[in-house]
């Protein structure tokens, strides 16, 4: 977890802002490229993405409908095998995961939903996991939310395995509402409170403190 002195970095990666810039355009970009990833995390219409789509779309929401929007980042590792830390330019971005902002009026619940994408080159090493638990700590511990959601498709077996070994809990599927690939699918949603997160990490092994 994010610790006093690094809040912005977990275990094995960092996390910085989304930037109006053309290599974070690139990025995002790539990102929404994949038709694979593309057609695990998102519900619309799945068809070649040009960047105006992505500038326009995903990018805009982002920057503009996210409590908390974050490029997740894997650190260079330098001659001792260390993650580097002479500035960002030395870190890879690999992927993207944000806290959806509450609907207008909203905000007294306190409540959020997590969206998250891994370049494909660095999908199934943990790194998506780390990200997550990084994201719900930030969540609960520092914007203050009280419950956090996470949504999928059945057609996505392994975000659901993912999300209940995170300590997420099933609360309900939306009924074939996901056409996909020639057939109908459900739409599965977990949610975590902020009690529970607590629970989950006391259960947790403890880390041994760091040379």
Same mark, same amino acid.
């Given at each position: ?7 912005? /970095?977990? !275990? ?19 990102? /929404? ?11 619309? @219409?799945?068809?070649? $993405?040009? =960047? ?29 095998? $260390? %993650? *580097? ?7 890879? %971005?690999? *992927?993207?995961?944000?806290?959806? =902002? ?8 306190? !409540? ?10 660095? $999908? ?9 638990? &990084? ?9 203050? @939310? ?10 996505? %077996? ?7 070994? @995170? *300590?997420? $809990?099933?609360?309900?599927? /939306?009924?074939?509402?996901? &056409?996909?690939?020639?057939? &109908? ?15 989950? /990490?006391? =259960?947790?092994? =403890?880390? *041994?403190?760091?040379?």
């Amino acid at each position: 977890m994010a610790t006093f002195n690094n809040p912005f /970095q977990s !275990k094995r990666l960092a996390y910085r802002a989304v930037e109006d810039t053309p290599e974070d355009d690139d990025f995002v970009h790539s990102i /929404q490229s994949d038709p694979l990833s593309y057609a695990t995390s998102n519900s619309t @219409l799945l068809k070649p $993405q040009t =960047k105006r789509d992505t500038l326009n779309g995903y990018k805009k929401h982002l920057m503009e409908d996210a409590i908390l929007a974050v490029i997740i980042l894997l650190p260079t590792q330098n001659i001792h095998g $260390q %993650p *580097g830390t002479a500035g960002p330019e030395i870190w890879t %971005p690999i *992927g993207i995961i944000a806290l959806k =902002k509450d609907e207008p009026g909203h905000g007294h619940h306190r !409540k959020s939903s997590i969206s998250i994408d891994i370049a494909k080159p660095y $999908q199934n090493r943990g790194y998506g996991s780390e990200a997550i638990e &990084w994201v719900v700590d930030w969540g609960f511990r520092k914007a203050g @939310l009280h419950r956090i959601a996470v949504e999928s498709f059945s057609y996505n %077996p392994g975000a659901t395995r993912l999300y209940e070994r @995170l *300590g997420f $809990q099933f609360e309900g599927r /939306q009924r074939e509402t996901i &056409w996909y690939d020639g057939d &109908w699918h459900d739409m599965l949603t977990f949610g975590m409170l902020d009690r529970e997160w607590k629970e989950h /990490q006391e =259960k947790k092994p =403890k880390e *041994g403190p760091s040379e």
